[in-house]
């Protein structure tokens, strides 16, 4: 049978956890005056948290930051360190430091699933990936995490205001995404890769049908179908377009494109460069250099 090892032995030798004690006391001497010499006191949690809320208001988010998690330091049982929590991972995401945000969030919503601040947690990661997404000349990786984390509020709350504004931003991440399937699509289309840029029009059509981009991806699809002489796909797609977007300029290229009759007045010229069936996309004409077109097509 083991027998713990006593504090002193009877012939008055110092026993193994008294001689580490003895030890280690200059080490921890030092270290508690170098504690002192660093100004650390502790002090109440209403002064901590109050002082913290001053820093962010005079907009030093990350020392906001740094004060918020010494009140869940000093004082982690607390009522208030659950709030200094969120208003740390807030302060972080309004100096734009968004990956510790996230991770603030993350352990924020592990830690106290059932918070009522649960919901804006969630929100704010979600504001996170939002604020982080590019053109759609560049990887959408935020596009698509700020999408599903909105869903997830969308699906979880769908009472809160959250929810709310949830369903309004992501008009603009589903417009990204789109925008980045047109842009490759569009590629393609120039490099006679007829299916792959079909493939990627239709996941517009299929996916991504409350954007702007529906329109011009289902004239792409009829242009495509007729390049590869499939006539009949070209002429259903060609009706979809019409019959969902009648008046619009796309539905009017790809009708004349299918029919092969001119719709617009001769003196006027089309609204951009027409791709020929059967061709690659056309590159727009150069304009003269002192009337510079404000946008490019392709």
């Known amino acids: 049978m083991l027998e713990r090892f006593p504090f002193s032995s009877p012939t008055g030798r110092i026993a193994p956890l008294k001689r580490l004690v003895t030890l280690l006391a200059p080490f921890l001497l030092v270290a508690c005056m170098e504690e002192e010499e660093l100004g650390y006191v502790e002090r109440p949690v209403d002064q901590l948290y109050n002082e913290a809320m001053d820093t962010l208001d005079q907009r030093f988010y990350n020392d906001a930051a740094l004060m918020f998690d010494e009140v869940e330091r000093q004082h982690p049982y607390s009522t208030w360190a659950t709030k200094a929590q969120l208003m740390a991972a807030y302060s972080l995401y309004l100096d734009n430091n968004y990956d510790e945000a996230i991770f603030a969030l993350d ?17 704010l990661k979600a504001l996170s990936y939002y604020e982080q997404i590019s053109d759609v000349t560049r990887d959408q990786r935020m596009t698509e995490l700020a999408l599903k984390t909105f869903n997830e509020i969308i699906a979880r ?67 495509a179908y007729l390049a590869l002489g499939i006539k009949e796909e070209a002429q259903k797609t060609a009706a979809v377009l019409g019959h969902n977007f009648p008046g619009s300029e796309w539905y009017i290229d790809s009708y004349e494109m299918v029919e092969k009759k001119q719709i617009r007045p001769k003196e006027k010229a089309p609204w951009y460069k027409l791709g020929t069936p059967g061709q690659p996309l056309q590159e727009e004409p150069t304009q003269p250099k002192d009337k510079e077109a404000w946008y490019k097509l392709w």
């Open 107 to 123: 352990r924020f919503i592990q830690l106290h699933p059932s918070n009522h601040d649960v919901p804006y947690a969630h929100y």
């Open 157 to 223: 709350y769908p009472k809160s205001k959250y929810a709310s504004d949830a369903k309004i931003k992501l008009d603009l991440t589903n417009g990204n995404l789109a925008g980045k399937e047109m842009e490759i699509g569009r590629y393609y289309l120039k490099q006679r890769h007829y299916l792959a840029a079909i493939n990627r029009f239709k996941t517009v059509v299929d996916n991504y049908q409350t954007t702007i981009h529906v329109p011009e991806a289902l004239h792409r699809l009829t242009e």
